[in-house]
């Protein structure tokens, strides 16, 4: 019996988002894409992440080797994982290996309920990826709204505590979240 083993990998991305909360106009949430395979070296991944209009000011944070694009909504990226050794094999196989997560900061513009962004990866390269059912992630979606404040009044004077008609009191508005 003959066993005929060919190189492969398997992709797999992972997504987060700092603020995790609800997010309101102005606010600025930083996700993270962390990236990894097993198997095989990859080659040449590219990561695409395409932002819905709710978002402005998509800027690129930690590259950690990345190549970075942004053009409108979408981010970009590209990483060639070099060959190593003179005949071309790819000898840095293993399992779960990070090939360096990637940070980048978008700002909230407008409102929308559970706000949808997913990001994928792809291998351009040979070998092949073996499991193309991990290759998207999203960070579960945000909801976007308008900033709420709420305002705690204390009634400061006149003392004794005298409030009848045409009589003036002092109040003090607090902002509180």
Known sequence: MELKVTSGTGMKLGKTRVLERLLVIDDTATFTLSPTYSGSDPGKMTITDTFPANYIDIMSGDTNGWACTITHQTLTRTKKMPPAGADG????????????DIAYTATVSSIWNHAPN???????????DQNGSNNTANEGGADLQMPR?????????????????GKSIWISVKRTK
């Open 89 to 100: 094999d790819k000898t840095s196989a293993g399992d779960n290996i990070s090939v360096g």
């Open 118 to 128: 997913q990001a994928e990866i792809v291998n351009t390269n040979d070998p092949t």
């Open 149 to 165: 404040i709420d305002f705690k009044a204390a009634k400061l004077g006149p003392s004794p505590n005298l409030g009848g008609g």
